[in-house]
């Protein structure tokens, strides 16, 4: 055993082993706290657990869920722990005998007097310890938290259940050892052994079920560890040899075959000898940027082939030597999935290289990222420029402009290349959206379209790209809306006109092309009288109006706002801000087609409501971002949300207490002239794992019952209903977390003090509770009659 | 053994071999790594490995310190075979890697240190003086460092625990003159406390200036073993000789060792293999003005040796390895 390196092993990864630490502690305290309801709760859990398939219940070891023993196999053991303890498992045994030799660091390591055999027996048995050192840590807090909650399973059950958990973990994670001493690659071992260890899971889940899976089961390590129930009948001393005996089998294994091994150089991506018989083909990069004096491209790029060992360029343009203007250095970043830049020095300052440092980033493979970093790297160290270069293959918003928008970041030009066989008409999209994507930290951006630029963006465009100030950003409208001007022209144009003596604004703001002329066009169009800007000379004439209605904003006279969003959540925020400001009380803003995010269509209401926050008052998003809303479990971004001067929010869930709730809610919205939100939360019941999805109800099954729910809910009060504005609301997400973010800014939250008898009634028992914490408003918890 | 009886004596005949390399060859699946590698490094010598990229230096090395395997042949150092006694041998060895990977994170003390106690030596002291030697500060973070600090670290590395067998590859790659120099100074002070350097390299003035012996690579076979001097002098060089008015090349083109001969106007180039005696004698008594001569480049004397006849392998190619 080799202690310094056992040291450093776990010095380097004591982050990770903490996280992993943290994670199973925080598990168990949160599936422990909470026991005690469920236990109180026996036979509404009973019920619950009854009214799932068979299937499921063998599946999840259902069965005794009441019992103390039969929640933590069905919450912990079953699944969740297993999971974990081979995730963790599988990470390190990829490692192990891999990542020093893929860093190139073991060609040190392994020139010192030890042998490898030592040198990889020390890092197994840093992985053993790591393993059953969170095992230890899964029995303690389990120790620990039983006796707190009062759960009376003995010690030595637990203990054994821990054992088999962390044994599940060591056997799954010697595939991973064995696997990364045979290839040498860590990525293969984490692939490969984590779909051995899902083959084994899914064989164990389904053996009650299909006799073939049954028969397989007894030679399946998730057998031997987490299929002996140890939870229920102890330590299972016959299971854990063999399980021991397999990792202990495989460890050996792994140890003689990286033994045998031979250790490949790191670093060069292409080796010398391999470089001199690649067919050599004409690199974009190399040969499309020949005036920059170093190259940064990715492994895995266009242009990786025409680097050699030394970043010296072989191929066409060494050939071409020489061309005095033919790049002097590459960069290449050897090292997938690694954030060391070995040849970040490649692109150093030479002495006398001070006059001209062009830097060009050719984003042709997957890395892209860490091109940037490395042409970042050059830059940070001179007056250097990045320019930057990406194919995109004609398919518009994809890999390639999302490449450019990337390398956008850090470069002072972009140009766009076709790729060769690329469809031709979508150069001229792809134009459109570099340009955009470009558009603000880029200072000259080209697209290449048949051999000629089509787009570029200082002054012209074909393409129809605005300045950076759009016509519509005239002095005039600066000086009556600064606001409007400050959020919207800056990132693009604004266009208005006047529409029944009323401000009509159609503020186009957005990454796409053609901002100018669709505002413009919307301009005219929504508004009757809209003023036309005169254009200034030399701009381009404005774009087509195809794509138009997909991007406008505008502001309408009687005050309603709706807009139409752009994909780029920082523009949007922009738009979304200044139609706000423009709205009237009381109306309504309307964003519809919010491609992209969730995140950016939250992140826009929040813009709304930060100029206005008692405006915004309908959200309308298109279905696809509203999955992605639901995914980001934004309850109020899901509904519409009609908001007056004053707001309640009640929640329900269809039971009668929360039906009181919800009366009451509603004559004191009566009383008050309040709008109130009505809000169904529904979620997953917790006990499933999210495993075996397949089987189990769909979201849209559970949404549609729990809009069902809420119609039912509305039905029953309506006589309580009077002329109070009411605002239905079906979200998805934790249910107190839920309330509390749509109580956000209300004047009243409204809750049952406890609905449902049984399970339901445990969770929102607990609702009203947490509600009654931490809500930022007043909160009335209304109990039946 | 002392350097001056080593170069009086000659090597081959008095120094014991350190490493011994016996028909070597290496495979990677269908690629020849090395092909049929016989040579050895002598007590106190430094032998120069020349070669272009992708010519089986580096292959060599790690074939030596058991970092890759041989496919056929034996290599010995210290007189026991590296694939029995790999650990042993290498407590008396300093690798430098051509291209060194190190630990970002740590500082250069605390790698030097990491590396000393794998070792089990405790090398502080010489550690410290040979950071101060090489101006490198060991509390940097090595993350931090340009190329050139790093290799550094590597020479460090290498240099710190004394080896009596050092094995560099491309040692001074990245390195800026002055440290160069300084480097040079240090291999000359190893080499005079009695240790075996074996040094890769593809900068022909630089193996010139270390190395007693150089070994000449070429597509991983061994073109030439052989003294720096007589090798240099196995090269040809192109000279080019003015004279007061036009020559007759003919009694030019009849020397010994002298070819390509060409005349415009007045100056007469050629090129010379061998002493270089006859032809200036010849030139003197035809009244030679001037002399200019080239030295070879390394491409030149890599395309002679690749026109040449094969040094090696001399047999037939090797059979299909055996699975590893």
Known sequence: MLLPLLAKTFRDHVRGIAGWVTGVVALIAVQLSVYPTVRDATSGMSDLAEAFPEVFRKMFRMEEYGTAIGYLSTELFSATLPLIFIAVGVTWGARIATDEVEAGTADVLLTLPISRIRFVVTRLAAMVAVVLGLGLVLGVTLGIGSMVVDMSVPMARLAAASWATALAGLAFGAVAVLVGALSGRRSMALGVALAVAIAAFVVYSLAPLVDAM????????????????????GLHVGQSAIALGF?????????????????????????????????VAASPAATQLPDVDALAVARGGDAERDVDSDGELVGQVARHEPAPDAPRRLGVDPHRGRRR????DALRHEPGDQSRQHVACAGGGEPVRRVRHLAAA???RGDARVRALVHHDGVGQGGGLARAEVLAEDADELAVVRRQHAPRSGAVHGAREAVGVAAEDVERVGVEHDGQVVAHRQGVAHAGVGAPRGAGARADDHARHPRVLEQVAPRGAGAHGAHEGRLERAGVDGPGPGRRGDGHDAGARTGGGARREPRRPGEGPPAGDDDVAARVLVVRGRGHAQLAAPECGRVLHGAVRAAAAHVVDGAQLQVGHLIGHAAHATGATRCATAVRPRVVTRILVDRDTRRSAVRARHAWLRGVITQGAHRIIVGTDGSENSLSAVRWALREGGLRGATVDVIHVWDYPPILDPVALGTLPTNADLEASAERVLKEVMRKVDADRGKTVVNQIVTRGPTAQSLLSASRGADLLVVGRRGHGGFLGVLLGSVATQVVNHAQCPVVVVGAH | MSDAAHRAGGAAVVAPPIVEVHGVTKRYGHDIGV???????????????????????????????GLLHVTRGRITIFGRDVADAGPTLRSRIGYLPGDLALYDQQTVWQYLRFVAALRRMDLR????????????????????????????????????????????D???????????????SLVDETRLRGATILLSSHILAEVERLADRVAVMREGCLAVVDDVAMLKSRFRRTIDLEFPSSVDPEPFRALDGVSDVHVSRRTLSCSVVGPETALLREAVARGVVGVHAHAPSLDDIFQRIIDGPPAAPAGPPAPPPAPR
């Open chain 2, 125 to 168: 002291s010489s550690i410290a003086s040979l950071c101060e030697r090489f101006g490198l500060d060991p509390t940097r973070r090595i993350g931090d460092l340009s190329r050139g600090t790093r290799q550094k670290v590597a020479v460090v590395q290498a240099f710190m625990h004394a080896p009596d067998l050092l094995l560099l």
């Open chain 1, 247 to 279: 990792a202990a089998a495989l460890m050996v294994a792994a140890v003689l075959a990286f033994d045998r091994r031979d250790v490949l150089t790191c670093g060069p991506v292409v080796a010398p000898r391999a470089a001199r018989h690649l067919p």
């Open chain 2, 170 to 184: 491309e040692p001074t790659s990245g390195l800026d003159p002055i440290v160069q120099r300084e480097f040079e």
């Open chain 1, 378 to 380: 050059a830059v940070g």
């Open chain 2, 35 to 65: 092909a049929d590698v016989t040579f050895d490094v002598r007590e106190g010598e430094i032998l120069g490995l020349l070669g272009p990229n992708g010519s089986g230096k580096t292959t060599l090395l790690r074939l030596m310190l």
């Open chain 1, 341 to 344: 830049l070995v040849r970040r």
């Open chain 1, 214 to 233: 049954d028969a397989m089961n007894p030679y399946n390590p998730m057998q031997w560890t987490v299929g002996v129930e140890s939870l229920k009948d």
